[in-house]
């Protein structure tokens, strides 16, 4: 059933989406802010150490989007 104002569930879905992903850009944003300003040696050429860097990323945003998809339901 739709609300009286005519907005159904959907675009209070849209409004919760934008606002998590524009959350989840700020995180990466300090995530990456945190890194670069403890490891500020520049750009590496080496694959291990983007391996480490990307297990860094992604443990600390994989934990965020699994809670966000599941307060979705």
């Not at 009286?4 to 992903?21: A, E, Q, V």
């Not at 700020?26 to 080496?46: D, M, R």
């Not at 291990?48 to 994989?62: E, K, M, P, Q, R």
Request: net charge neutral; glycine share 20%.
């Amino acid at each position: 059933m739709s609300e009286p104002n005519g907005k159904g569930n959907g675009d209070l879905n849209n409004i919760n989406t934008k606002r998590f992903l524009i959350g989840l850009c700020l995180v990466a944003v300090v995530i990456l802010g945190f890194y670069f300003g403890n490891f500020h040696g520049g750009l590496s050429t080496e694959n291990g150490v983007w391996g480490t860097f990307g297990d860094y990323v992604g443990g600390i945003l994989n934990p965020l989007i699994a809670s966000f998809g599941t307060s979705m339901k």
